[in-house]
């Protein structure tokens, strides 16, 4: 029998994260504090975050060994199995070669949990017991719940109060974990209460809950934030991905030709990613990259290149990335999770250098290529997981066209089974594919911060 996965032992556990910051092709522009228009500097940080964190966010080290606890934790789920998906290639009838890194037997079922542990480890170390976060669709909450719980402390998650209405399953896991989960904009906060006084209605967004959570935070001794995604240490920490994929597929004695993932706020994909982009402008390999994100939030696409805030009350660092803007506000139709404004500057500035290509898809393309999968690998996709497929789908038929029998790696982010709803309504037939209009990136363009170097 042809070999359809490879489980590393535990022994072969990451030991260290791969940190690319040293490695990067150009240099990143500085992380501005909002107050006075400055780089900011680590004790800018220190109300939100545990210094452990903030000098992961800023180092210049290859290589960060991954504590003994985290490896203890991580052991109940990774090494994660490189899957060869050889039913959809032949579904496909393709001679490209396609593989994923099945992330979903996380407990939460994402990618999530990587960075969750590492960060609850950081800040318990630090005497931290209480961490606050925002949640979109409530993977990360939950991932934040899962990892808080595992190493006893508090949690309490702002979730956007759209997805506290329609997702209730993931609100539930949240509570299982033992943490606590309220619908954003809430009159917990100044900033949920100054959203409230404008638009009553408001269905929140993840810009809304981060101002709640990082204001929580910020003021409130003994408690710190956990953001999920975007921030170098968050990338930092996914890249025990792209890690085992590489020690893996030296099983298959093989190694990917392009490397594919969906993109939110980058963490993803980063994670699969990086150890890949370091042997191209390390050791010579020839991978190209694509990033894959919605037609209904284009960032990468059709966002600017520019200093902006990562949420919508202007309490976060300003950084340099792609952006739609901090006042967006996802269109309601869209049901294929990726909602973010902006994006991790790690992927903005590959993407800006060339070295990453992005791509965007309607959702009912993403959805048939999500049917796709289930229906010939057996697993079925998050909504956000889909992006990715829908890409790999192109490329693999684009091989069969040329004859080129290359290999395709993308990472499989998450199941899907908590967005079983988002599946009805493309059976109905009720999504609408929409692309965000380009006035809209237009106007955003005036709210942005000033900030000259
Ligand atoms: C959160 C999430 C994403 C998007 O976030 P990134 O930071 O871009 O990875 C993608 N897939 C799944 C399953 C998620 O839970």
Known sequence: MDTTKIYLPES????????????????????????????????????????ALIEQEMSKERYIPIPEPVREIYSLWRPTPLYRARRLEKALGTPARIYYKYEGVSPAGSHKPNTAVAQA?????????????????????????LAGQLFNMEVKVYMVKVSYQQKPYRRSMIQAWGATVIPSPSNETQSGRAILAVDPDSTGSLGMAISEAV??????????????????????HQTVIGTEAIEAFKEFEDYPDVVIGCVGGGSNYGGIMLPFMRERLQNGKETSFIAVEPKSCPTLTKGLYEFDF??????????????????????????????????????SSLVKAGLVEPRAYYQNEVFAAAVQFAR??????????????????????????????????????????????????????????????????????????????
């Open 215 to 236: 204001e929580e935070a910020a003021l409130t001794e003994g408690t710190n934030y956990a953001l999920g995604s975007v921030l170098n240490h968050v990338l930092l």
């Open 376 to 453: 010939s690998e057996g697993i079925i996709p998050a909504p956000e997981t889909a992006h990715a497929i829908k890409a790999v789908i192109d490329e693999a038929l684009k091989a069969k066209e040329t004859g080129q029998e290359k290999a395709i790696l993308f990472n499989f982010s998450g199941h899907g089974h908590f967005d079983m709803a988002a599946y009805d309504a493309y059976f109905a037939g009720n999504l609408e594919d929409f692309a965000y209009p380009e006035e809209k990136i237009q106007q955003a363009l005036h709210d942005l911060p000033k900030v000259e170097l």
């Open 121 to 145: 480890y950081y800040n318990k170390q630090a005497g931290i017991n209480r961490l606050t976060t925002e949640t979109g669709a409530g993977q990360w909450g939950s991932a934040l719940a």
């Open 12 to 51: 072969k556990i990451p030991v260290s994260w791969y940190n690319i910051l040293p490695d990067m092709p150009v240099a990143m522009a500085p992380v501005i504090n909002p107050a006075t228009l400055k780089p900011v500097t680590p004790d800018d940080l220190k109300p939100i975050f545990p210094m």
């Open 310 to 347: 990562g949420d919508t009350g202007k309490m976060t660092p300003i950084m340099k990335m792609h952006t739609l803007g901090h006042t967006f506000v996802p269109p309601g139709i869209h049901a294929g999770g990726l909602r973010y404004h902006g994006m991790a500057p790690i992927i």
